[in-house]
């Protein structure tokens, strides 16, 4: 090692799983030598995916902006950071006095979730900005999960996840984390957790309309039709109940309304549901006994129960299963972990509902945990009278990601003024008048705050800067705190201090309910941190969980002890009861039929009948349902600028089954036109036994395809086709959530012969 080399470990930011890496670093060339798994992190032994190299080719990617840029007649010019605040705070407050708060629009993506510092910066902007046009990945994602959870414990933010390393029987429905490396399921090497559940006797199914990565490894595979699953797990509760195997285990006590749910399943048996959802009555029945005769049994479910018609009630019905079966916060079901930095807030705590407090302008829909679905923001932007004429987005690129995304972009184009908060000049962010780029992960300290509290094993973790940053960047919690404190006439300063001593008060509060004494000068006194999130963090951790609470407790968590930690991540231990201490529901009672679920009962029963009559007669056509997928070198629409993961084979393929090529007449390699009531695109034909019939599956991200971006390895390497642009606005109205998977469509030859 010549003597400018270091090594030093952190936390790799690409996805949940949080694998511990070693880097080899050269820090007078600034240059990250080589990038390894840590073999002693705890949690991934080694374990690393193709994208732990990601966020390194994305810091030395040439094509990342390097500093604010604003649009004029000749192009893309550099301008000042301090030029761009204010004319940022200028615009932004000049639409918001003359034409209201919800002319002002937000859009928050993925990647925010990889970065502590913009979560919590990201709170004060909301405030600031006050807009009820807030969007955001989530109403693509995980938004039934986090209303399921309000209903049923009244938490949003505590979702469950399996207890992977207890669990003797695993069933995955509607995820694929072999791929995925796991979704509010973080576990580095999901396969490997996989095949110890089998080593030691255990069994691992898979219910998926195609064969996934994941079913491979899986001891069984069971297809079921997209957007039934609500009805297999209404059918699953039935036999549940007829054959006497409920146990509410330790939260019988709290349960309400159980009888009322055995009715609205009674009429969804293994016999009338198959049909619909495809999977034989036999088959369901099976489940229902090995679940049931396994002593630990975790089922779980993920983004293709979210996202389709019925996705609050899917989610609904899967949680409801697993407490009926005594696997609801009990060792090897489905667990809570315990983020160390204490609870991720209550959400709409109490009897304060998160839905309906508002609703969008155009088709009147209710916001969802403050939300509105991502997929209105062309009409929302566009509306005549009520138009948006500012939006902001923020590590996001709803032009490829959100369905109507062509539409997205043509309404982006009516705005007075947009500006971005991104790292590269790509579908979306083209169309700004001013783009702000930020550091990347090797420029700034990250703490995973978020992804500590959907962990299959407590840790805590800390990833240090592992370079100066260029001059002209700034990190992204900072710019989130700059436009806030302009747009609240504050300075920064105070608005940090604000949003400081708003923790501290919290770290009080937390002192008063665990029963010790705890002052505010206390932990102004004791507080660490290099940058103010760093501080934010001390302050959680010390009052959290596992927290030292400021000194008393000599052995307890704070940010110093984890920076000394040899490795990036520490154990905090196996998942842990939670219940019913947390339940913060009204009087602690589980209402297992609440208006959440129950108002949703007769449009599954509507829409049952309309199933039954649509199985009844099949057969010959070229009406499909369209299912997306996702593969281990992508994610989402960012990587596709990174050469050594678009290289080789094209991924953005329509995927479709040998049966159904056949009646169509589609040759692999061929061309096929995919026809929405929105929309058609051609795609390369991909023919697989993985598909089950009547099922095509395209994967969503690509769509390279628009002038004015700077992204020219995903331009030329691997443009394809954005499947969102086939989707139209439908939503699991329940729960706000985008329809994406189960979209009906018709598919045939490109050239018609
Ligand atoms: N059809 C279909 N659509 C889907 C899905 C699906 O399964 N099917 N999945 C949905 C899901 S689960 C999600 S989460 C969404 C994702 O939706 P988005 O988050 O909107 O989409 P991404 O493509 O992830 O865009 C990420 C943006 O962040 C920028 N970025 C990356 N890293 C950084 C950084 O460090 N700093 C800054 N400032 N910017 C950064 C990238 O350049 C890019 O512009 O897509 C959803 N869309
Ligand atoms: N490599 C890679 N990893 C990623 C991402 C990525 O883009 N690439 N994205 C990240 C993000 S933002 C997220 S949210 C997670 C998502 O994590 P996962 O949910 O594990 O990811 P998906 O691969 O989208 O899995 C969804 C599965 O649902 C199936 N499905 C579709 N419709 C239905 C249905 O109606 N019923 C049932 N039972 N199944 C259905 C699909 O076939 C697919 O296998 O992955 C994260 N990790
Ligand atoms: S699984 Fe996720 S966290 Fe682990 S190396 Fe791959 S991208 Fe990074
Ligand atoms: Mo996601």
């Not at 984390?177 to 490997?192: H, M």
């Not at 390895?713 to 329940?734: H, K, M, Q, R, Y």
Request: contains cysteine.
């Amino acid at each position: 090692m010549s003597a400018n080399t270091e090594t030093l470990r952190r936390i790799c930011p690409t996805c949940e799983a949080c694998c511990g890496l070693i880097l080899e670093i050269d820090r007078d060339e600034q240059k990250i030598i080589s990038i390894h798994g840590d073999p002693d992190d705890h949690r991934s032994k080694g374990y690393v995916c193709a994208k732990s190299q990601a966020f390194n080719y994305i810091y030395e990617d040439g094509e990342r902006l390097r500093h604010p840029v604003k649009k004029t007649a000749n192009g893309w010019e550099e301008i000042s950071w301090d030029e761009a605040l204010d004319i940022i705070g200028e615009k932004f407050s000049q639409i918001r006095d003359q034409h209201g708060k919800d002319a002002l629009a937000l859009y928050v993506g993925n990647p925010l979730g990889h970065d502590f510092s913009a979560g919590v910066y990201l709170q004060s902007l909301m405030a600031s900005v006050g807009t009820e046009r807030f969007f955001s990945a989530g109403t693509v994602d995980q938004h039934p999960q986090q209303l399921v959870c309000w209903g049923l414990i009244g938490h949003e933010w505590m979702i469950p996840v399996p207890d992977l390393a207890r669990t003797d029987f695993l069933i995955c429905m509607g995820a694929n984390p072999v791929v995925s490396q796991g979704s509010i399921l973080g576990t580095p090497d999901p396969k490997s957790a996989m095949k110890e559940i089998q080593a030691r006797g255990g069994k691992c199914v898979v219910i998926d309309p195609r064969m996934t990565e994941t079913a491979v490894v899986a001891d069984q595979h069971i297809f079921i039709k997209p957007g039934t699953d609500a009805y297999f797990l209404m059918a699953f509760a039935n036999v549940l109940f007829a054959e006497d195997k409920i146990d509410w285990g330790h939260l019988a006590s709290h349960i309400d309304n159980a009888g009322k749910l055995r009715e609205a399943v009674q009429s969804y048996t293994p016999e009338n549901t198959a049909e619909v959802t495809g999977v034989a009555a036999e088959a369901l029945r099976t489940l229902v006994a090995e679940y049931s005769a396994a002593e630990k049994s975790a089922l779980y479910g993920r983004i293709g129960l979210c996202t389709q018609e019925f996705g609050l009630a899917s989610h609904w019905m899967l949680a409801l299963v697993s407490l009926m079966s005594g696997n609801f916060d009990t060792k090897g079901g489905m667990m809570f972990s315990t983020g160390s930095t204490g609870g991720m807030g209550a959400g709409g705590a109490g009897d304060v509902k998160p839905y309906g407090r508002w609703h969008s302008k155009v088709r009147g829909v209710p916001e969802t945990c403050g939300e509105l679905p991502a997929s209105l923001m062309a009409e929302e932007i566009t509306a005549k009278g009520d138009e948006v004429r500012g939006l902001l987005t923020i590590c996001g690129n709803p032009v490829l990601s959100v369905p109507r995304g062509n539409k997205i972009r043509e309404a982006l184009e009516t705005l007075d003024f947009m500006v971005c908060l991104d790292i590269y000049i790509n579908e979306t962010t083209s169309r700004a008048d001013i783009i702000l780029p930020t550091t990347v992960h090797p420029e700034h300290s990250n703490i995973d705050v978020t992804f500590q509290s959907f962990t299959t094993r407590d840790f805590a973790s800390y990833s240090p800067k592992t370079f100066d940053p260029d001059p002209k960047l700034k990190d992204l919690g900072e710019v989130i705190l700059e436009v806030s404190a302009r747009m609240s006439g504050i300075s920064r300063d105070e608005m940090d201090g604000f949003i400081f001593q708003g923790l501290v008060d919290m770290a009080v509060e937390r002192a008063t309910a665990d029963g010790y004494e705890l002052s505010s000068e206390t932990v102004h006194e004791k507080v660490t941190g290099d940058t103010s999130p760093e501080r934010f963090a001390d302050v959680l951790m010390r009052s959290g969980p596992y927290g030292d609470q400021f000194g008393r407790k000599g052995d307890g968590l704070s940010l110093d002890k984890l920076k000394q930690h040899p490795q990036a991540s520490m154990d905090m231990g196996a998942l842990k009861p939670r219940m019913p201490e947390t339940l913060a529901t009204p009087n602690q009672r589980i209402d297992v039929m609440h208006e959440l679920f129950a108002n949703d009962l007769p449009r599954l029963r509507e829409r049952f009948e309309q199933l039954q009559a649509e199985a009844a007669d099949s057969g010959g056509s070229q009406n499909m349902l369209l299912i997306g997928r996702r593969h281990v070198r992508d994610m989402n629409s960012w990587l596709h600028n990174l050469k050594p993961y678009v290289r080789g084979k094209n991924r953005c393929t329509m995927k479709i089954s040998p049966d159904d090529a056949e009646r169509i007449g589609l040759v692999e390699g061929g061309q096929a036109k995919v026809v929405s009531n929105v929309s058609e695109v051609v795609v390369p034909v991909e023919i697989t036994v993985e598909m089950m019939p009547g099922v095509i599956s395209i994967p969503h991200g690509f769509g390279h395809v628009y002038a004015g971006s700077v992204q020219s390895n995903a331009e030329t390497i691997a443009p394809g086709i954005s499947c969102n642009d086939l989707i139209d606005e439908s939503l699991d109205v329940a729960s706000g959530t985008c329809i994406v998977n189960g979209v009906p469509v018709q598919v045939m030859p490109a050239v018609a012969t």
